[in-house]
T-cell receptor, first 117, second 109 residues
């Protein structure tokens, strides 16, 4: 596709349920990033993939959060046993150059709005 | 600690004015700096990317400057239009990416 796509666009779930959020990066982009934007807060970095590996998982807020990327393309962010504080917009971005120091422009998807009741 | 600050938090101007948004960062060892706009309920749109070796980038009515030594970047918007109304985010690339809290711009017709 022409840009980064994310699905679903909106997700409402009950506390304690697991959710999966999907990101399709721009074709050919090797780097993929997940961020979270909570209401009234800034953007928070969660995890970064280079190819299928995640050299930096430092931003994941708890062990309920995990992410994987297969085939160097699609990534899934999974939140287990969701809590109300997990409610946020989850944004995915991709960039073309390998390595953190590549410094390439990040292109963002439209986000998934997660609401935990 | 790597912090990014944007001033002002909100700005309202009449249509046609030139304006400057400010971004400052505490750690000058950056890889790049990127300006985004975010419209309500939507994702981020990349506006300009400045590499650490560059001083400025221009795109249409937008000009972004970077002064790494002083830890500052500015986004200059010329001849503002109501369609420029959005939140503007500054993001600094370290090993991860640090975002400012944004400046909410309103351009009044």
């Amino acid at each position: 596709g022409a840009g980064v796509s994310q699905s679903p666009s909106n997700k409402v779930t009950e506390k304690g349920k697991d959710v999966e959020l999907r990101c399709d990066p721009i074709s050919g982009h090797t780097a993929l990033y997940w961020y979270r934007q909570s209401l009234g807060q800034g953007l928070e970095f969660l995890i970064y993939f280079q190819g299928n590996s995640a050299p930096d998982k430092s931003g994941l807020p708890s062990d309920r959060f995990s992410a994987e990327r297969t085939g160097g393309s699609v990534s899934t962010l999974t939140i287990q046993r969701t809590q109300q504080e997990d409610s946020a917009v989850y944004l995915c971005a991709s960039s073309s150059l390998s390595g953190i120091a590549g410094g390439n422009e990040q292109f963002f998807g439209p986000g998934t709005r997660l609401t935990v009741l | 600690k790597q912090e990014v600050t944007q001033i002002p938090a909100a700005l309202s101007v009449p249509e046609g004015e030139n304006l400057v948004l400010n971004c400052s960062f505490t750690d000058s060892a950056i890889y790049n700096l990127q300006w985004f706009r975010q419209d309500p309920g939507k994702g981020l749109t990349s506006l300009l990317l400045i590499q650490s070796s560059q001083r400025e980038q221009t795109s249409g009515r937008l000009n972004a400057s970077l002064d790494k030594s002083s830890g500052r970047s500015t986004l200059y918007i010329a001849a503002s239009q109501p369609g420029d109304s959005a939140t503007y985010l500054c993001a600094v690339r370290y090993n991860d990416m640090r975002f400012g809290a944004g400046t909410r711009l309103t351009v009044k017709p």
